[in-house]
């Protein structure tokens, strides 16, 4: 078996003060012996070692079929190895030399995932949803019906339901901070933008509505907002707080919530 060649690396990591990782010394192999090699580190996990040898497979016989596969083996090592960058960079090159090829798919599909798996809570900024949902709605528009397509579906509703949450994240906190008409201009982003009206937040943004507009004294806003709740979500626990917010306000719907809706039995035999 080929044995590799290895240069000890003496320059000095930064980040932690210890010793960089030996990288592989420029020597001419048949590219089967290379390919193979970096295929069985990636067998172990071992993945900035696989990561290695397929860019020796890259630089020694560029443009081949080799090649190709050992662009699309780095993305796959990349991302094993929470390397999302490099993964996104890998994919980028294989979608430059190989754009009709049909693993480009999974070259757009692996971009989208990267940024997808960087996705942070909805208190900080949304960035990655963002090139996420960019990256998912190409995969989708690209290869229509593929398995790719099909998870990107998946995967676009849930960062669509993250980025409907950082817009309920920041009326919220206007809402809290006596800034109303900043708060009604993010809860109306989630009720009237098509992405998020499907998404688990919109009963609350219509509750939301309710509170703001009766603290405005815009009680007719908050009588429609409460009745589009009880249409859509008659049995969500928000339509429950605005009916019984409204009714403190001398606007009890005519329709009660689901939850609270006597049952046949209950009827005949009280208590």
Not at 94 to 111: D, E, H, R
Not at 132 to 161: C, E, F, H
Not at 187 to 210: C, G, M, W
Not at 228 to 242: D, E, M
């Amino acid at each position: 078996m080929l044995m590799a060649v290895l240069v000890a690396a003496t320059s000095v990591a930064a980040c932690n003060g210890g010793r960089a990782r030996p990288k592989l010394a420029y020597e001419e192999r048949p590219v089967e012996a290379l390919y193979n090699a970096g295929y069985d580190r990636l067998q172990r996990k071992r993945w900035s070692d696989a990561v290695d040898y397929f860019q020796e497979v890259e630089r020694q016989h560029p443009y081949s079929e080799w090649s190709r596969r050992a662009i699309l083996m780095q993305i796959h090592a990349q991302y094993q190895n929470n390397n999302y960058q490099e993964a996104i960079a890998a994919a980028d090159r294989f979608i430059q030399l190989f754009p009709g090829n049909p693993s480009a798919a999974y070259a757009f599909y692996m971009k989208a995932i990267c940024n997808f798996e960087r996705i942070v809570d909805v208190g900080r900024d949304q960035a990655f949803a963002e090139a996420s949902l960019q990256g998912l709605r190409d995969v989708v528009r690209r290869y229509p019906g593929s398995s790719y397509a099909t998870d990107a579906l998946v995967k676009i509703d849930m960062v669509n339901d993250q980025l409907a949450g950082k817009e309920m994240n920041i009326g919220r906190y206007y809402q809290r901070a006596n800034q109303p008409l900043a708060a009604v201009n993010r809860y109306k982003t989630v009720i009237d933008n098509p992405d998020f009206q499907r998404t688990s937040h919109t009963p609350e943004a219509l509750y939301r509505l309710v509170e703001v507009y009766l603290s405005l004294g815009l009680r007719d806003e908050a009588v429609r907002n409460g009745a589009v709740l009880g249409h859509n979500y008659p049995g969500s626990v928000w339509y429950s707080k605005a009916f019984d917010l409204l009714s403190d306000q001398g606007a009890r719907p005519q329709v009660a919530p689901e939850t609270r809706r006597e049952g046949w039995l209950s009827r005949i035999i009280p208590g």
